[in-house]
């Protein structure tokens, strides 16, 4: 019920592109959900986050939709530049007193051609 | 002005020692976390820790074990290591109230042989 499950595994799109990234989750405690990215060589770093109570939520080129009932959440790269070719990361997590514990998918590794 | 900082970044010893990593973070932050990455990315959660907490992953072996000299400090030591030790650490660390948001340091890449 911890899982995080992430597709596709991989991703290759031509530059001007979409990309989009799917997971999924079970356990309904989860009460965040944020998308990291993460290129080579480098520590994952925040790109995107949303809340349960909100569907969908966009910041720039990159917007998050969430479907509560599914229990799915995705992300879209609208206009996919080739600097955005790195590993993305969705996430759940749960409160506790003093943090949040990060549940990550298995990532998906993105590839934007020029 | 690094905000989370790690050392060493690399690191290569052999099976059987204890080894130690050191994690920093200037933010001011209050909570701490230990993450591993394994050969396929796969990110999970080992330690998070607060001084007034500390939660451990129930899947983490004993060999590990996080140290906190202060606040701003949280070690990781690992003794007896095995070769399936081999992986990147991160650290990472948030603020107590606004704790959703985590900053992730540069990784140490663990080879054990």
């Known amino acids: 019920q911890q899982q995080v499950k992430q597709s596709p595994q991989s991703l290759i799109v031509q530059k001007g592109g979409i990309s989009i990234i799917n997971c999924a989750y079970e356990?309904?405690?989860?009460?965040?959900f944020p998308w990291y990215q993460q290129f080579p060589g480098k520590g994952p770093a925040l790109l995107i986050a949303?809340?349960?109570?909100?569907s969908e939520k966009k910041e720039g080129r990159f917007t998050i939709s969430f479907n509560k009932s599914a229990k799915q959440f995705s992300l879209h790269i609208m206009d996919s530049q080739p600097g955005d070719s790195a590993t993305y990361f969705c996430?759940?997590?749960?409160?506790?007193?003093?943090?949040?514990?990060?549940?990550f998918g298995p990532g998906t590794r993105l590839s934007v051609l020029p | 002005d690094t905000a989370v900082s790690q050392t060493p970044k690399y690191l290569v010893t052999q099976m059987g020692n204890d080894k130690s990593i050191k994690c920093e973070q200037n933010?001011?932050?209050?909570?701490m976390y230990w993450y591993k990455q394994d050969s396929k990315k796969f990110l999970k959660i080992m330690f998070s820790?607060?001084?007034?907490?500390?939660?451990i992953n129930e899947t983490v072996p004993n060999r590990f074990s996080p140290k906190s000299p202060d606040k701003a400090h949280l070690n990781l030591h690992i003794n007896s290591l095995e070769l399936g030790d081999s992986a990147v650490y991160f650290c990472?660390?948030?603020?107590?109230?606004?704790?959703?948001?985590?900053?992730f340091g540069p990784g140490t890449r663990l080879t054990v042989t």
């Open positions: 356990n309904t405690a989860f009460d965040y």
């Open positions: 990472a660390s948030s603020h107590e109230t606004l704790r959703r948001v985590q900053y």
């Open positions: 933010l001011g932050h209050d909570t």
């Open positions: 996430a759940a997590s749960i409160s506790w007193n003093y943090g949040q514990n990060f549940v």
């Open positions: 949303i809340r349960p109570d909100v």
């Open positions: 820790y607060n001084n007034k907490e500390l939660i």
